[in-house]
Structures are given as C-alpha cells and as structure tokens.
C-alpha cells in the first residue's frame, strides 16, 4: 500500500537526502523551538526558515495546502472569537463587536505558529517513505509497542477509507443524499458512523488474531536502521539545531 502522503517522498532535493533519523531530531527539535516562541518579532524569523525549509524540499504548494484544509479549519474555529475576546485595548467597534488589539495579535502569533509547525512537520514526514520513518523512530529508542501502533494504523486508514467510500456509494444508489441535513438522514449518517466503527474493531480483531497465530509478542525484531549519515546531514542537522537553540535563546533575551 502506497499512500497519497508518500507522494513525493522520492523526490531529489537536499531534504530527501537528508537522513531520516538525523532529520528527526533535528526537526522536531525546530517545532519545539516553535512552540516555545511568544514573541511577535521571532515570527518573520520561523517564517523565513519554514519557507527555505519547504522550497529546498520541493514539494509542490498544492501538497501543503490540500493538507492544510481541515486543520487549518479547526483552528479558525478556535481564534475566531479572541479578538472580541482577549485585551483592554479597542482598536475597532461596531455595534456592541468590539475589536482588541491584544486578541489580534493573539491570532496572528498562533496562526504563524501553528502553520510553521505543521509545514515542518509535513517537511519531515512528507520527504521519505513512511517505513523509513518507522525505522528511524525504532533505531530512536521509541517503544516497540508505539511504533507498532503507528504501522498498523497507517497501514489500514486507508482501507478504512475505502470502506467508508462503498457504503456511501451504495446509500447513494438507494437514494440518499448527504446534502439534504435533516433528522432522518442524520438518523442514518449516525447509523453509518457506528456500522463503520464496528466493522473497524471487527477488522482490528482479525488481524490481533493473525499477529497472534504469526507469533507477535513472542519474538524480538530488530530493525536496524542502515542509512549512513552523509555530510548533507551532518551540516543540515547543525544549522536546524543551532536555528532553534538560537529561537530559544531570543525568546529569553527578549522577554
């Protein structure tokens, strides 16, 4: 299986040259530095880094944008109302809306971050085939138990997915229409959800009990991850770590 998020993970650039596991850390170690940042001045600085980051990765915009879609959604539901909410100082009214200067900043300095973030973390995940990344957290120390969590989950989203598209086409061939909102047909969209929840933990069953029969848990694999550091590496890894030691530090400085 192949998914849509591996896309580009074969693509020639200096961050696909980059080793998985050095590139793990040390862009993890950058989206902590992110997260650390309060101050409005650092943001052109994540900015300016996010975008070299992603240009020298290649990958098109569309990828980050057709990913950014949902997540970005639900972080509008969630700043939408500080700006009327957060502050003393108004710097706009209409009516009984009063505009803050405070939540305005707010919004900016979370949206900035959580963008940041997120295109970094697509960065990481997006330039290498998801099995070399399970290699490389593996070869990290990572639990065994986690890492084959992870394997089984993005092994099967996608069937889950596909499941999920033929009972939708086959309440569509009966006549349901998923724009029509009303009691009735929530009634049916619930009846949905839960059938493709229950057929999920049926699926999960099979397979524990497959593992179980193949002799999971009873045995020690050792994946080793053989990808020698390069000099790419050596140098990206330094200039990522020193770039979010030195966000860290400014960040105290400034405060």
């Known amino acids: 299986m192949r998914s849509s998020f591996e896309g580009y993970a074969n693509l020639s650039s200096p961050i696909h040259q980059w080793e998985q596991k050095s590139k793990i850390v040390a ?24 975008a070299s980051l ?16 949902y997540p970005g959604l639900f972080i509008v539901g969630a700043i939408l109302f500080l700006p009327f909410a957060v502050g003393n100082k108004i710097i706009f009214s209409i009516g009984f809306l009063e505009i803050r200067q405070e939540g305005c900043l707010l919004v900016g300095l979370i949206t900035v971050r959580f963008i940041c973030i ?12 998801f099995l070399s990344t399970i290699k490389a957290m593996r070869s990290l120390g990572l639990p065994n138990i986690l890492i084959d969590m992870m394997l089984l989950a993005y092994r099967y989203l996608a069937e889950l997915a596909e499941m999920l598209d033929k009972m939708q086409l086959a309440m569509k061939l009966r006549g349901f229409r998923f724009k029509n909102l009303n009691g009735r047909n929530l009634n049916t969209i619930a009846s949905l959800i839960g059938t493709l929840l229950v057929r999920s933990y049926d699926r999960s069953v099979l397979v524990y009990q497959a593992m179980i029969l193949r002799g999971y848990g009873y045995q020690k694999y050792n994946f080793k991850n053989n990808n020698k550091i390069n000099k790419i590496s050596y140098f990206a890894s330094i200039i990522t770590l020193i770039i979010a030691f030195s966000l860290i530090v400014a960040e105290f400085l400034i405060v």
Not at 27 to 50: D, G, H, N, Q, R
Not at 54 to 69: C, Q, T, V
């Open 27 to 50: 862009l993890l170690s950058l989206i902590f530095a992110f997260a650390f940042v309060k101050e409005l001045v650092l943001l052109p600085a994540m900015i300016l880094v996010t």
């Open 54 to 69: 992603y240009i020298l990765s290649r990958l098109p915009l569309s990828f980050l944008l057709s990913r950014l879609r």
């Open 118 to 129: 997120f295109t970094v973390s697509l960065v990481l995940f997006g330039t290498a085939p």
